[in-house]
């Protein structure tokens, strides 16, 4: 009787112990392992544009601009005429935005295109809500603003007071850009 006594309290004392020791283990474990849970820790797909520039100083005529209307806006910029890669670009906008849920009504979608018109039709068809423009002096900016290793076109992030926010690479996962920007409106107080 004795006997089980004793080992129900040696059972009773090791739980106890790893109560306390458990937690401490596991931080040991993390921080040795290099796995860093700090919040700071998270990595951004997109590409910070520092100095944050203000497109209505640069470009107040910008056509940009008047679009906005006080929301976030991600935009395509494609130089070319839009061709299989532009045209997926612009699925993985919209879906970018759909991704959205809720705060999708707080995000406007752009595309930004060269001299060559895109097709009517296939943005009436799959792209409703799209606003399309051409304005070269933006075009030049984004491409001045963007990290020269990056490459042309790609994905803008403006927010709703006309700052210039962040890059995103032309083949990005468009999870990725969905978790920075939803990251963004979480925090943002605006648009």
Same mark, same amino acid.
């Given at each position: 009787m004795t006997e089980i006594r004793k080992g129900k309290g040696?059972?009773? %004392? =090791?739980?106890? #112990? #790893?109560?306390?020791?458990?937690? %401490? @283990?596991? #931080? @040991?474990? =993390?921080y040795f392992a290099g796995q860093d849970m700090t919040p700071g820790s998270r990595t951004n797909s997109g590409a910070l544009l520092e100095p944050?520039? &203000?497109?209505?100083d640069l470009l107040p005529e910008s056509p940009l601009l008047a679009s906005g209307d006080g929301r976030w806006v991600l935009l395509y910029a494609n130089e070319g005429a839009c061709d299989e890669a532009c045209a997926y670009s612009l699925y993985t906008?919209?879906?970018s935005r759909l991704m959205l849920g809720k705060e999708m009504d707080?995000?406007?979608r752009v595309f930004l295109h060269g001299d060559t018109a895109p097709d009517t039709v296939l943005l009436a068809e799959e792209h409703a809500g799209l606003i399309t423009l051409q304005d070269s002096d933006l *075009?030049?900016? %984004?491409? &001045? *603003? *963007?990290? +020269? &290793?990056?490459d042309t076109g790609g994905y803008y992030l403006?927010?709703? %007071?006309? &700052?210039?926010?962040?890059?995103?690479?032309?083949?990005?996962?468009?999870? +990725?850009?969905v978790e920075d920007i939803k990251h963004l409106l979480e925090y943002s107080r605006i648009g």
């Open positions: 040696r059972v009773q %004392l =090791l739980l106890v #112990a #790893a109560v306390f020791i458990g937690p %401490l @283990a596991l #931080a @040991a474990w =993390l944050i520039v &203000n497109l209505g906008l919209r879906q707080r995000l406007l *075009k030049d900016l %984004l491409e &001045n *603003k *963007k990290p +020269a &290793n990056l403006v927010d709703p %007071l006309g &700052n210039l926010v962040l890059y995103f690479h032309p083949d990005i996962d468009p999870g +990725a850009m």
